[in-house]
C-alpha cells in the first residue's frame, strides 16, 4: 500500500479517489498519491439507499496508514445496477463472429443500455480467423457506433482497440463464449491472472457475490470485466417511454422525421421514413427487427405492470 509522505494530522486529511473495487463493506479507492483500502460512512449507505460502486468519486479522510474513511460519493454522471458500475464512458460490445452464432437483438438491447446511460458505444467483432464477419460488419457499418474485428491471431489489431479506449472507463460486455477474456489478454496481458481470478469467482454459481470490479491500465484508463447476458441491467428499459425507443437506436432516429404521422410507432405503420428507409437499404433490417421486438417487449411489460 502507498501512503503520502506526508507529517500533517493524516486524520484531518481529505483526499479524492475513485473507487475501484467494494466487497464486505470495504473499498478499493484510488487516489494520486496511492491506493486505499476505506470504509464508508453508515450515512452514505443509508440516505437514498445509495451503495458505493466501482468508479465511484468519493471524498474521504486519509488515515495515514494506507487506509481510510469514505465521507461522501461525488455526482455520478451515470451508473447502473447489473453491472454495478458508476461513471461508465464506454461499454465495448464483445461479439463473436462464431461459435457462438452472435444475437443481433442481444446487442441491440446493450447497445439501447449505452445509449440511454450516456455511454458510447463500442462493438468488437472477435473470432475473425474463424469466419470472416461480413454480415455484423454490414449491419453495424451503417449505425455511428465503430465497429473493429480482433483475432487472438493478429495482435496487429490491439493497437487500433487500445487507443479507442484509452482515458476511458470502460465495461467489457458480451455474451459467454464471445472471447471476452482473450480479447482482455490480447490488449492487456498483465492483467490476465486478475480478470481470470475474478472470472472464476463469477463462475461459481448464482448465489456467488459477483463483484465489479475496475483494473487500471494506465493513462487515466480503467476497463471492467462483465458477467455474460444474464446479469446485463434490463431495469432501465422499465423506465422508457415507447414514443422516445426510437432515440435509442441512433441510426434509425433521423429518419423518423420524415414519417407522414406524428405519432408513427415506426414498427408497422405505412408512410413511415424509418420502414422506408429500410426498405431504401439506408438503415440495417436487423437493427429495425431489434427495435421492434423491443418496442413489442416494453409494450408487453407497461401493459401488464
Do not use: W
Not at 472477435?126 to 449491419?139: A, G, M, Q
Request: net charge neutral.
Amino acid at each position: 500500500m502507498i501512503t503520502c509522505g506526508m507529517t500533517a494530522n493524516y486524520t484531518d486529511l481529505q483526499r479524492k479517489g475513485r473507487v475501484l473495487k467494494g466487497q464486505n463493506g470495504l473499498y478499493t479507492v484510488e487516489a494520486d498519491c496511492g491506493i486505499y483500502q476505506c470504509r464508508s460512512a453508515s450515512k452514505i449507505r443509508k440516505e437514498a439507499g445509495l451503495k458505493i460502486l466501482a468508479g465511484d468519486n468519493v471524498l474521504f479522510l486519509d488515515n495515514g496508514d494506507g487506509t481510510g474513511f469514505i465521507t461522501s460519493v461525488l455526482e455520478r454522471r451515470n451508473s447502473f445496477i447489473r453491472p454495478a458500475v458508476a461513471n461508465t464512458d464506454m461499454l465495448l460490445i464483445v461479439v463473436s463472429a462464431a461459435q457462438p452464432d452472435p444475437v443481433p437483438y442481444n446487442i441491440g438491447r446493450l447497445s439501447v443500455l449505452s445509449v440511454l446511460s450516456g455511454a458510447s458505444v463500442y462493438i468488437v467483432i472477435t473470432k475473425s480467423d474463424i469466419v470472416v464477419p461480413k454480415e455484423l460488419i454490414e449491419i453495424y457499418g451503417k449505425t455511428p457506433f465503430p465497429v473493429a474485428t480482433s483475432s487472438i491471431y493478429k495482435p496487429e489489431c490491439a493497437e487500433e482497440i487500445r487507443e479507442r479506449l484509452s482515458g476511458k472507463i470502460t465495461v467489457f460486455t458480451g455474451a459467454s463464449g464471445a472471447g471476452k477474456s482473450s480479447l482482455i489478454n490480447l490488449l492487456y496481458p498483465e492483467l490476465k491472472t486478475q480478470v481470470g481470478e475474478l472470472s472464476e469467482k463469477i463462475k461459481r454459481g448464482k448465489n456467488t457475490t459477483r463483484v465489479t470490479e475496475l483494473f487500471p491500465v494506465g493513462g487515466n484508463t480503467y476497463i471492467a470485466d462483465t458477467p455474460g447476458f444474464t446479469m446485463l441491467d434490463v431495469e432501465l428499459f422499465s423506465g422508457i417511454e415507447l414514443k422516445k425507443l426510437i432515440t435509442c437506436f441512433p441510426d434509425l432516429s433521423p429518419f423518423a422525421a420524415d414519417c407522414r404521422y406524428s405519432d408513427c410507432t415506426h414498427t408497422k405503420e405505412e408512410e413511415c421514413g424509418v420502414i422506408e428507409a429500410v426498405n431504401r437499404g439506408e438503415v440495417s433490417a436487423s437493427r429495425h427487427n431489434s427495435y421492434v421486438r423491443l418496442y413489442d417487449e416494453i409494450k408487453s411489460v407497461k401493459k401488464y405492470a
